[in-house]
């Protein structure tokens, strides 16, 4: 099928199912226009397929073979360059058109600055938003623009959306209160654990969009990303929560989000690209 606002780019290595046909479809969003930092995350998605060559399809771990589960990619979503707002519309369009053609579709967006997600989830109309992320991302507004990386999960509380954040040492006192005022709760990266995880999540209302900004990991696994922050989450401890979303509420969509870079094998993607089979992975083991 066609969409309005997405191209063509390297696809993953295994035979691919039509988007109308697929339970998982792929999306990149090379937006990379209000990076305050470290640059490249327009190259995000590029890299994290490209790094998928390196696994194997097979995912051990669940004696799944992800090649045999129906897969789309429908490649990268136009940007209109500086604007997130207007980039966030078109991802939004195409996840709406993608529902559209295949209601039980789980929308995959790689990215690409955090602000996307926003699209994503105004598309999916989830009722918990459940982050893995360094930073809180409640500012009001961040270099002037409400639609900045940095104000993202600002955005999505004010649809009404529940949240529950992950891997946090990074925010203002501002955020902090903002958080405290409307419930959202979130643990330092610092007191993370599995059982703190589930402890948050259980209660939260489904489905679920789960957004993973890689600078949630430890440093050492993710250099590569706009906001970089040592002191993160280990590998398994993300791997282990996503499984448990998976095996325990309805999935409304997913993302890895945030990967920059600008050599191919780069670390940061590599990280990107194991945790995208693994979700992949745990889902078709269901
Ligand atoms: N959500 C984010 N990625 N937030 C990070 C915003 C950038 C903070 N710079 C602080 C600079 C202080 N001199
Ligand atoms: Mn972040
Ligand atoms: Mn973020």
Not at 155 to 170: D, Q, T, Y
């Amino acid at each position: 099928m066609d969409f309005l606002y997405t191209y063509e780019t390297l696809k993953l290595e295994f035979p691919l199912a039509e988007p109308e046909d697929a339970r998982f479809v792929i999306l990149g969003v090379p937006f990379d226009g209000t990076t305050s930092f470290k640059p490249g995350a327009r190259f995000g998605p590029t890299l994290i397929r490209h790094a998928t060559l390196n696994l194997e399809s097979y995912v051990l771990d669940y004696d799944v073979d992800i090649a045999e589960l129906p897969i789309a990619d429908i490649g990268d979503v136009a940007v209109v360059a500086g604007d997130p707002r207007k980039t966030a519309d078109r991802v939004r369009e195409t996840v709406e058109e993608l529902k559209r053609a295949n209601p039980s579709v789980i929308p995959i967006l790689l990215g690409g600055e955090h602000s996307q997600t926003l699209g994503a989830v105004e598309a999916l109309k989830p009722k918990s938003y459940v982050v893995f992320d360094a930073h809180l991302d409640l500012r009001e507004s961040y270099e002037d623009n409400p639609y900045n990386h940095a104000c993202v999960a600002r955005r999505i509380a004010e649809l009404g959306v529940k949240e529950a954040m992950f891997g946090i040492r990074s925010g203002t006192r501002e955020e902090v209160a903002y958080a405290e005022e409307s419930g959202i709760q979130w643990v330092h990266a610092r007191d993370y654990s599995f059982d703190a995880f589930v402890e948050l999540v259980k209660p939260l209302p489904e489905p679920v969009y789960i957004s993973i900004d890689i600078d949630a990991f430890d440093l050492s696994l993710v250099p590569s990303t706009g906001t970089p922050e040592a002191g993160g989450l280990r590998f398994w401890d993300v791997v282990e929560a996503v499984e448990w979303l998976v095996e325990n509420k309805r999935i409304a969509g997913f993302d890895i989000m945030e990967v920059a870079g600008s050599e191919l094998g780069d670390v940061t993607a590599l990280t990107a690209a194991k945790l995208l089979f693994h979700f992949i992975g745990a889902m078709g083991r269901l």
